[in-house]
């Protein structure tokens, strides 16, 4: 219907990759319209509203409970959209399902393929997007595990920055034609996971220097650091990102020989959001060559709730001409 449980990843999530692997390796590609239009819709959302029936396996009985999200698939090619919905009074399940929006080349359509479980039926979808005013609207067609069709339009509309309206405004289900659902889908952004993003931004800073095995934890599998100076004649390479092992022991441990005193950074400002983080620092040290206060911009992606990456931006002059002892560039007078 809408977005999963161990049911729908037993019987579906499979059938998604599988179709997924020539849709991923062939026909998509970092899209700037994709960017564009989904990056409002980045990260967790949740809200209640009134339940709804209709669909195979839904109950208009009582209050729903919406938790769902977006997260950019690595490359930014497509998007994962998940969900789950469960009654306020009994925590059964009214919905949960996942699926992903790309761009096909082939066609230069938008699509999605989804699978989930409403109620205890199975389903499996796909589908055409069209991009409208603050969001999409979803052409969806969809058949359960008991071989029910459905055919039915899904709108996601943002109303300001942090609330989402989702709207079922057609319907058929085995050929008859219920119309739409008569709920409007209010939902907040859950400003839980900014503040989350920020607290590990906040621990990367405490075991940076005292103590990076720390650190470890914290680190995405797939983690990156890339200092974004853009520096010749370093004791590293510069401007290229570093993984979580070549991090630890090179990048760090290459500091001290530069700042032999150690160096303290003052955090002025913290800008928060679902998906990054931007740390804006002071610091204060005695380079090798000379008084080394500069100034830090740090700037941090998670993913599945650990620090996927981080880009470290600042003078790059003033790492030059204190730390390495270099002399600037300068144009001949006339």
Same mark, same amino acid.
């Given at each position: 219907m809408l977005s999963i449980n161990t049911y729908s990843n037993r019987f579906f999530i499979p059938l998604i990759a599988l179709a997924l692997v020539p849709i991923l390796t062939k026909a998509v590609s970092a899209d700037d319209l994709?960017? =564009?239009? #989904?990056? %409002?819709?980045? !990260?967790?959302?949740?809200?209640?509203s009134k339940a709804f029936g209709g669909f195979e396996g839904t109950k208009a009985e009582g209050e729903i409970e919406w938790n769902l999200s977006f $997260?950019?698939?690595?490359?930014?090619?497509?998007?994962?959209?998940k969900w789950q919905v469960t009654y306020v009074d009994s925590k059964e399940n009214f919905s949960s399902g996942s699926e992903v929006l790309y761009k096909d080349n082939k066609t230069g359509e938008y699509k999605i393929i989804g699978s989930g479980v +409403?109620?205890?039926?199975?389903?499996s979808n796909q589908g055409l997007v069209k991009w409208i005013k603050g969001g999409m609207e979803l052409t969806i067609q969809e058949q359960t595990t008991n071989g029910t069709k459905s055919a039915y339009v899904v709108r996601r509309v943002k109303e300001g920055r942090d609330q989402l309206i989702l709207s079922v405004p057609q319907r058929v289900i085995d050929g008859e034609n219920l119309?739409?659902? +008569?709920?409007?889908?209010? /939902?907040? $952004?859950?400003?839980?996971?900014?503040?989350?993003?920020?607290?590990l931004a906040e621990s990367f800073?405490? @075991?940076?220097?005292?103590?990076?095995?720390? /650190?470890? %934890?914290?680190?995405?599998?797939? @983690?990156? @650091?890339?200092? #974004?100076?853009?520096?010749?004649?370093?004791?590293?390479?510069?401007g290229v990102p570093y993984n979580?092992? +070549? @991090?630890?022991?090179?990048?760090?441990?290459?500091?001290?020989?530069?700042?032999?005193? !150690?160096?303290?950074? =003052?955090?002025?400002?913290?800008?928060?959001?679902?998906?990054g983080v931007a740390?804006?620092?002071?610091? +204060?040290?005695?380079?090798?060559? !000379?008084r080394y206060d500069n100034d830090y911009v740090w700037v941090f992606n998670f993913e599945d709730g650990k620090i996927l990456s981080v880009a470290e931006y600042n003078s790059d002059y003033l790492v030059a001409t204190r730390l390495y002892g270099q002399t600037p560039f300068t144009s001949p007078k006339n």
């Open positions: 994709l960017k =564009k239009k #989904m990056a %409002p819709l980045i !990260g967790n959302w949740n809200g209640q $997260r950019w698939v690595p490359g930014k090619h497509a998007v994962e959209h +409403d109620g205890n039926v199975p389903w119309g739409a659902v +008569d709920t409007l889908i209010q /939902l907040r $952004r859950n400003p839980s996971a900014a503040k989350s993003n920020e607290k800073f405490e @075991f940076l220097l005292s103590d990076p095995e720390k /650190l470890k %934890p914290l680190l995405h599998p797939k @983690f990156q @650091f890339t200092y #974004m100076g853009k520096i010749k004649g370093t004791a590293l390479p510069y979580t092992e +070549d @991090f630890l022991t090179k990048w760090l441990s290459h500091i001290p020989t530069l700042v032999p005193d !150690g160096i303290e950074l =003052k955090t002025l400002q913290i800008i928060s959001s679902a998906t740390v804006i620092q002071k610091g +204060d040290a005695q380079g090798k060559y !000379g």
